[in-house]
């Protein structure tokens, strides 16, 4: 029997980005005692990495290294490599992680799960209930984490350039509809009063 919450064939799902600082907050409070989710989460709204990504970092690459040290990774999705800077704020959410796990070699995934390495498709669904559990609406997944990053970015004074280049799309037009800039965004500009 088909899901009855699948997506019609053909449809477009896109995941929202957590737009308001609350949420988060509420978010980073939830995940307070799972230092796997929480650093999971904080370095995914911290970085643009794709949930491919994210999940496929191993120990090696980020134990020891101090924050804003530059690291070199391959993008799983475009095979292009890359560098990923990880701020002060992720930086200590993933030793707090690592701290539980003295153990860890540096080729064993970072994020694990009961059956092994975590994936994307998991993620996805812990994301969807973290923002379950702070009752927020909207369309959230692994792909959130990311957007929630451009998104703040953008607020934060980046300029559209800069972020198309990060995001590594094609167009102006591609970021804004990523980073979730609707209409109302616009709208809102002209209640500013010079």
């Given amino acids: 029997m088909p899901n009855p919450n699948h997506p019609k064939t053909g449809t477009v799902i896109k995941a929202d980005p957590i737009r308001r600082p609350a949420d988060i907050k509420a978010i980073k409070k ?11 989460f904080v370095l ?11 999940v496929g970092l191993t120990v090696g690459q980020v134990r020891g290294v ?15 490599p890359r560098l990923l800077v990880i701020n002060p704020a992720a930086s200590a959410a993933v030793a707090d992680y690592l701290a539980t796990r003295p153990a860890a070699g540096p080729d064993e995934p970072l994020f694990i799960g009961q059956r092994g390495a975590m994936t994307a498709a998991y993620l996805s669904r812990l994301v969807k209930s ?36 990060a995001f590594n799309h094609a167009t102006q037009r591609q970021t804004m509809q990523y980073l979730g800039i609707v209409e109302q965004d616009v709208l809102d500009l002209f209640a500013t009063e010079l």
């Fill in 30 to 40: 939830l995940l307070a005692a799972s230092p796997r989710d929480l650093a999971i």
């Fill in 66 to 80: 101090p924050p804003l040290a530059p690291i070199k990774i391959r993008e799983q999705k475009t095979k292009k």
């Fill in 130 to 165: 973290w923002c379950r559990a702070i009752n927020l609406k909207g369309n959230y997944s692994a792909h959130s984490l990311r957007k929630t990053w451009g998104y703040h970015q953008r607020l934060a004074g980046a300029n559209l350039p800069t972020l198309v280049k």
């Fill in 44 to 54: 995914g709204i911290n970085t643009n990495l794709r949930a491919s990504d994210l």
